[in-house]
């Protein structure tokens, strides 16, 4: 079974410019989740979905980031202007269809600079 | 407070000893638990979960869950060089709240040959 997949792996870029991370989720896991962690910390949530619906996006920076999901699969996280403070690896995770359960699996990340 | 904390380490165990890493959380409704390995540059990788009170074993890793008490815990026996990762630990609050996941820092760890 393919894992959850991510693009780009790394992405250097310079302040105020747009980035777009990419996620494809484990086939048949209807839960995506979206999170970011920072250098020593815990991953922070940012969004989940359950399939097409955004149901959590409390702890999303919505002046600057946006994602969506389309068709209940793959998803895209965008940040625009990028800050400094954006520079973290940003983490997709999915789950699958097991109510209650939500064991993630996640992807291997998208390391992003942010000069 | 932080609703999950963690020791931040390291922790050294000697190679065959047994790793003990604690883990709790502020969130009393909390419903569902996990362990995950991140080794340095990677991302997370699930080891366990744990649901209810009391122990949960899967090879030479044991949950222990004690919702009372508000605290996970994981055991690792007979640890390896390659057990030297950070745990992190995660909690799925209470069901109003699926989904939002809050992990703790992490703890980690360092076996030492």
């Known amino acids: 079974e393919a894992g959850v997949v991510q693009s780009p792996r790394y992405k250097i870029i310079e302040k105020k410019q747009p980035v777009a991370f990419w996620c494809n989720p484990i086939s048949g896991h209807n839960t995506l989740y979206w999170y970011r962690q920072n250098l020593g910390q815990g991953p922070e949530l940012l969004i989940r979905y359950e399939n097409e619906e955004a149901v959590d996006d409390s702890q999303l920076p919505k002046d600057r980031f946006s994602a969506e999901r389309l068709k209940g699969v793959d998803s895209t996280l965008k940040i625009q202007p990028a800050e400094l403070g954006d520079s973290a690896v940003y983490l997709c995770a999915s789950s699958p269809p097991n109510a209650g359960k939500y064991e993630q699996y996640f992807g291997p990340g998208t390391r992003l600079t942010v000069t | 407070q932080k609703e999950v904390e963690q020791n931040s380490g390291p922790l050294s165990v000697p190679e065959g000893a047994i790793a003990s890493l604690n883990c709790t959380y502020s969130d009393r409704g909390s419903q569902s638990f996990f362990w995950y390995r991140q080794y340095s540059g990677k991302s997370p990788e699930l080891i366990m979960s744990?649901?209810?009170?009391g122990d949960k074993e899967d090879g030479r890793f044991t949950a222990q869950l004690n919702k009372a008490s508000q605290y996970v815990s994981l055991l690792i026996r007979d640890s390896q060089p390659s057990d030297s990762a950070t745990y992190l630990c995660a909690v799925n609050p209470r069901v109003d709240s699926w989904g939002k996941f809050q992990f703790g820092a992490g703890t980690q760890v360092v076996v030492t040959p």
């Open positions: 744990i649901y209810s009170n």
